[in-house]
Nanobody
Framework: VQLVESGGGLVQAGGSLRLSCAASGFTFDDYAIGWFRQAPGKEREGVSCISSSDGSTYYADSVKGRFTISSDNAKNTVYLQMNSLKPEDTAVYYC?????????WGQGTQVTVSS
């Protein structure tokens, strides 16, 4: 299983970024894929995820109304559209997949929001 993130960068507060996670190496139909983030000195936290079985989504309270997760099954890619970014959104964002009882992580992409 391989997860490759892209789309991070530096943006001013109020701006937008779209993260992409290209997934490969698994064919299971039932999995959840999404995003975690880790800011300096803080624990890794869940941001958003989407279920392959029914398309249900989860968002952390801190990003509700600002972030949107979506998937393109034809491209095996999950996206995280991040709008109205705040300096506190600054972190390394990791793509994560839960397949059966296993967990997989991407290498992470840095998102920096300047005030």
């Amino acid at each position: 299983v391989q997860l490759v993130e892209s789309g991070g960068g530096l943006v001013q507060a109020g701006g937008s970024l779209r993260l992409s996670c290209a997934a490969s190496g698994f064919t299971f139909d039932d999995y959840a894929i999404g995003w975690f983030r880790q800011a300096p000195g803080k624990e890794r936290e869940g941001v958003s995820c989407i279920s392959s079985s029914d398309g249900s989504t989860y968002y952390a309270d801190s990003v509700k109304g600002r972030f949107t997760i979506s998937s393109d099954n034809a491209k095996n890619t999950v996206y995280l559209q991040m709008n109205s970014l705040k300096p506190e959104d600054t972190a390394v964002y990791y793509c994560h997949a839960a397949i059966l009882w296993s967990h997989y992580w991407g290498q992470g992409t840095q998102v920096t929001v300047s005030s």
